[in-house]
């Protein structure tokens, strides 16, 4: 096959139109149809973003023309709406987490590659301009040897401004699990896999009441922690600690920070895709500031990552936002659960394969395929 990768989109929702205005600016995808539960949800953000078609997901999953679904559905849903894409022949990008269980995560990752077909998975803001060049600098010793990292997400929670945030307080939610992704994706590039962890975790209340839409006033139950403490061992013996919380009336997110024997990377905040990087050295007078660069990037540049593969035009590097390393970070995260309610050490077992960087000058809004 040639030409642009053939897309669907199933899940109309809040990140939809981000990821709906991103890829109507990326040529190497055609996005063609718009699923949801609610057929009229999918049609208004079909129109609204030049798709010419909606419907319902059978719909979607019954047409030989999509080669590739975008999944943005709630946690819950991804596993079941990914695995009916690969049953009918598609390959699948999820929003994050890659599934809300471990075991449909793994199960998800045997289907694709039993039917040779690609499973991606959100984050992708690692390929961004900023995260990608923090990671060079890393790799070419601006921070000596890397040592320890500090992660810090913590808000007063997304119930104040989510049309819909129930999700985000359960299974499958959680600062845990809705914020996690980003940090320990971004780390998990720069320090390896993780191969130990311990956590404390707690909850400031059993219900959230909606701040804003439709739903303003109304109540819902808070089912996972809304604070977690956590230390993280590398399989390098690097370690880091993290604070993940919905919890906070003080807002500080965004912060990823990486020590080395020289110096302290601060990369942007990894649920953006470009920024400032800040390289501190202790006893300087002033901090180097790096800009990661004007590349374009957004939600949905591991999709075109993904694209190019399938085609391939990836020069043999694999695509870079894949389940392999999904369910790594997924296992993390669960080990991280795992030790608040037991409180030991939980070990991880999960590997990924190592992701190359993105080529200088990758562009997706440049036409290849
Ligand atoms: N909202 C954000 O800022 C944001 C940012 C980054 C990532 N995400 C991720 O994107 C995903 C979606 O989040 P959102 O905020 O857009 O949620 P949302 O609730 O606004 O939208 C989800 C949409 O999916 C539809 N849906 C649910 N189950 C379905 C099913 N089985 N089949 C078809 N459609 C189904 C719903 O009807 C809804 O329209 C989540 O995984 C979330 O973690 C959200």
Do not use: C
Request: no cysteine; glycine share 12%.
């Amino acid at each position: 096959m040639t030409g642009p990768l053939v897309v669907g989109v199933v899940g109309a929702g809040k990140i939809s139109e981000q990821y709906l205005a991103n890829m109507a600016g990326y040529p190497d995808l055609d996005v063609r149809f718009v699923a949801d539960l609610f057929p009229d949800r999918a049609r208004t953000q079909a129109d609204e973003h030049g798709v010419p078609e909606a419907g319902s997901v059978e719909d979607a999953l019954a047409r030989d023309d999509l080669e590739l679904i975008v999944n943005l559905t709630i946690p819950a849903a991804h596993a079941s709406v990914a695995s009916a894409a690969l049953t009918s022949g598609k390959h699948v990008w999820n929003e994050k987490p890659i599934a809300a269980e471990q075991e449909d995560a793994v199960a998800l990752v045997a289907q694709a590659a039993a039917a040779g077909l690609l499973v991606g998975t959100a984050p992708d803001t690692f390929l961004g301009p900023g995260l990608q060049v923090a990671r060079s600098m890393i790799e070419r010793g601006d921070i000596g040897t890397p040592l320890t990292a500090s992660m810090v997400f913590q808000s007063a929670g997304p119930h104040r401004w989510h049309p819909n945030p129930d999700f985000l307080y359960q299974r499958g939610g959680g600062p845990l699990f809705d914020m996690g992704p980003y940090y320990l994706t971004a780390l998990a590039q720069m320090f390896g896999p993780v191969v130990r962890v311990a956590a404390l975790g707690s909850s400031s209340g059993p219900t959230r009441t909606i701040g804003e839409g439709p739903r303003a006033g109304e109540s819902f139950d808070v089912t996972v922690p809304t604070h977690i403490s956590a230390l993280y061992e590398f399989a390098n013996g690097l370690e880091a600690q993290a604070t993940f919380s919905f919890d906070a009336a003080l807002e500080r997110v965004g912060i990823l920070e990486i020590t080395g024997t020289s110096a302290t990377i601060v990369p942007p905040d990894p649920n953006r895709f470009t920024g400032d990087i800040r390289l501190v050295k202790a006893g300087a007078d002033e901090d180097h500031v790096v800009a990661a660069g004007e590349r374009p990037a957004g939600r949905g540049i591991g999709v075109v990552d993904m694209a190019r593969t399938i085609r391939g035009r990836n020069a043999g590097a694999g695509h870079r936002a894949n389940g392999g390393l999904a369910l790594h970070v997924l296992d993390a995260m669960f080990a991280t659960a795992e030790s608040m309610d037991t409180g030991a050490f939980v070990t991880v077992d999960s590997r990924f394969e190592p992701v190359a960087p993105l080529p200088d000058g990758w562009d997706p809004t440049e036409r290849t395929l």
